[in-house]
Structure formats: structure tokens, C-alpha cells
């Protein structure tokens, strides 16, 4: 499975969305340089007012891009980096990844997905009534669907651009479907 980078976002500040960027620089272990998530702790606001010593399995925030078609044809606009992710990516089945799963950005940088991403109330703020689109559960089954993107550490740091190339590693059977973190 083979994609590319949409857009790269950072942000210094807790603000919902993150500004996009020419590049980020991916940090070994921490996150991306610069942007308020980046840490070997939680980084998360709110999970660092009761979990503030647990590693960061949050550091890097990806997001498909061919959600915000789909949310488009709902009547939503929103674009890369609105939603708070640090990687758009294009051609890449993020949600439908095994835990554990790496991904090659650009020249040689790595990123660990660790899981979904648990979308917050905050969502309705940006657009009222997107946290609905996003955050589903099934009426006959009773499981959620998180549609807001994966999480990740870094495993390997490297500058990461717009247009790179990104390269799908799955980790050997059996597979663990992703759950939220």
C-alpha cells in the first residue's frame, strides 16, 4: 500500500486547528518539532490533568484526506489541518491499519500507528453538528466508528513535506484492529 503526504500541519499552541507548514521536522520518541503535542509524556490538555506521567502514544495525529470529500457531500467544508492533524495523507486506508503498523514518510522518516483518534465535543465548536459524521455507532451492532484519523509515535525522525511519498510496513499476523487512544 502506497500514498502520499497531502499536508504537514504544527501548531506551538492548544488550539483546534494546527496552521500548515512547507515541512515539519519528525522528532525520535517526542513528536513534531514545535508543535504543542510533541513530548515523552501526554500532551493531551485535558489527559494531563489526570494521566500526566503516561507515555504519549499521541505524538503525531494523521488524518485522511478523502474524509473531507465525504464530509463535503454532507456539507461541511473543512480542510487539511482544521481538524488538528500534524499529516494529511492521500491513498492511504489509515483507519482500516493494524496497531503496530509503520509508515515510511519521505526520505526515512517512520511513524508507529498506535491508534484511532477518539474525536472530542470540540469538533461541534469547529462546525456544529461534525462530531455526529465522525464519531458514529452502529444502531444493530452497538460499536463505534472513529473516522478522525490514527495516531502515532515517532520511530525514526525526518523532515516531512507535502507530495512525499508514504509506504505502508504492517506488522506480522495476527493483526490488531486499532482502538482508540
Known sequence: MAGRVG????????????????????????????????????RHQFRMTYEPDLPNVRQVHLMHEELFGELARKGFEVSAGQLGEN????????LGLPTGALLHLGEGAVLEVTGLRNPCAKINDFRSGLLSEVFTMDSVS????????????????????PGDPIQVETPPPPHRSLERV
Open 87 to 94: 499529516i494529511t495523507t492521500r491513498e492511504v486506508d489509515l
Open 142 to 161: 452497538g460499536e463505534f466508528t472513529f473516522k478522525c484519523g490514527v495516531m502515532a509515535v515517532v520511530r525514526r525522525g525526518g523532515i516531512v513535506r
Open 7 to 42: 499536508a504537514v500541519s504544527r501548531n506551538e499552541a492548544y488550539s483546534f486547528s494546527k496552521p500548515n507548514r512547507d515541512s515539519i521536522t519528525l522528532l525520535t520518541g517526542l513528536g513534531v518539532e514545535g508543535d504543542v503535542h510533541a513530548g515523552e509524556t501526554i
